[in-house]
């Protein structure tokens, strides 16, 4: 599907994959550096002698996957401090982010898209109209733990959502208007709000033309908004659930010819369990 949409965005693209949970003491870090000849052996001996725990690694390319029982406060501390050239790309039980500059194509051939094994995930090609072509503003976005959203539009308001959320102690990493909506729907979630709840203020706190496929550990949800302009459909069998842009990009799912396809009505939550 990433290498079919390619055409639509073609400067950076990600994924974020759910696997099984973890269990409750172990988190999942994934992490991105820009250098691609990057010394993740020393990266990974420095840790483990910092935190002097058992670390599982896994490296590909610019991207490594730790797990460890490390709590994130910490774990955040000692990257800033000791690795500030590494970025923190997600953090959960579940989640595990990818994300590059490039054609899709590429990308998904740099880290092994086809090999990767989840429950769920979200998928993404940009084409740069507002902020930075870099890996940054590449989506998948996430906050806080296993939660990542994708986007297709343009927020009207995203300066004044950001201007609201950094008084209440919130730190943005780009300028991207996705970053904005992601960071928003995750502070309503860090104050007891269900995912629908905090989309229904959301509705009424974001301005502008905005399609949002969203994930958590257990749970795959989309939006539009009350206009619709921003394009999406669906595909539902009783072996998956496919959200995409442009049928295309679903054209050739297995059994796609007796699925459920339609498109998803303006301001309607759609949501799917895992």
């Known amino acids: 599907m990433i290498d079919c949409m390619g055409t639509r965005g073609s400067d950076s693209a990600g994924l974020a994959v759910f696997h099984e949970p973890l269990d409750a ?3 999942r870090f994934s992490l991105y550096v820009s250098d691609r000849h990057y010394d993740w052996q020393t990266f990974r001996d420095d840790f483990v002698l910092a935190a002097d725990n058992d670390s599982e690694f896994h490296t590909v390319h610019n991207h490594a996957t730790v797990i460890c029982d490390l709590d994130v406060a910490s774990f955040k501390s000692w990257l800033s401090g000791s690795r500030p050239e590494v970025r923190l790309l997600s953090v959960g039980r579940s989640i595990g982010v990818y994300k590059d500059e490039g054609h899709p194509r590429d990308i998904a051939q740099r880290f092994g898209f ?3 094994k989840g429950t769920h995930a979200v998928g993404h090609t940009r084409m740069a109209t507002e902020s930075a072509v870099s890996p940054a503003h ?3 976005f996430t906050a806080g733990e296993d939660f990542c959203l994708v986007h297709n539009g343009s927020l009207s308001n995203p300066h004044s959502v950001r201007r609201k959320l950094e008084k209440k102690g919130i730190t943005f990493e780009t ?4 970053e904005a909506g992601c960071r928003f729907l995750e502070w309503r979630l860090s104050e007891g709000d269900s995912l629908d709840s905090a989309l229904e203020m959301a509705f009424r706190e974001l301005d502008g033309f905005y399609t949002f496929l969203m994930a958590t550990a257990d749970t795959l ?7 619709a302009c921003k394009p999406a459909v669906v595909a539902e069998t009783d072996a998956y659930v496919a959200v995409g842009s442009e049928f295309r990009s679903l054209a050739h799912l297995p059994a796609i010819e007796d699925a459920n396809v339609f498109e998803p009505a303006p301001e309607q939550i759609y949501s799917w369990t895992v």
């Open 221 to 227: 949800v989309l939006v539009r908004d009350g206009f």
């Open 25 to 27: 003491a172990h988190r």
């Open 138 to 140: 590449a989506h998948p």
């Open 175 to 178: 300028d991207n208007d996705a």
């Open 114 to 116: 086809a090999d990767l």
